[in-house]
């Protein structure tokens, strides 16, 4: 089992930046792959990023591709998601996710695991 506690959100400006952590506790991190997605306000939550369990194959939504960069560092039970360029409409809640195998990496019932989420707000 693993828990997950993200950070990093924030109000921002459009154009601004921010990077969201997710710290995973547990001695197996490097065993999941882990995603990001947000939920904006009534709306369901919907893919951001995914990244496999070594880091090498991520995938990205295209509302933010080129924008956003998944990352993650096993030895410190961390992934990661930069964010640039941010628009109004990426205000959401962000939340970091871990699951058992990469595949269906962009479908939040397969994750096994969630974090609580972090509030970013872009304001124009």
């Known amino acids: 089992q693993v828990q997950l506690v993200e950070s990093g959100g924030g109000l921002v400006q459009a154009g601004g930046s921010l990077r969201l952590s997710c710290a995973a506790s547990g001695r197996t991190f490097s065993s999941y792959a882990m995603g990001w997605f947000r939920q904006a306000s009534g709306k369901e939550r919907e893919f951001v990023a995914s990244i496999s369990e070594t880091g090498i194959n991520t995938h990205y939504a295209d509302s933010v591709k080129g924008r956003f960069t998944i990352s993650r560092d096993n030895a410190k039970n961390r992934v990661y998601l930069q964010m640039n360029s941010l628009k109004p409409e990426d205000t959401a809640v962000y939340y970091c996710?871990?699951?058992?195998?990469?595949?269906?990496?962009?479908?939040?019932?397969?994750?096994?695991?969630w974090g609580q989420g972090t509030q970013v707000t872009v304001s124009s």
């Open positions: 996710a871990a699951k058992y195998q990469y595949s269906d990496y962009d479908r939040p019932n397969e994750y096994d695991y």
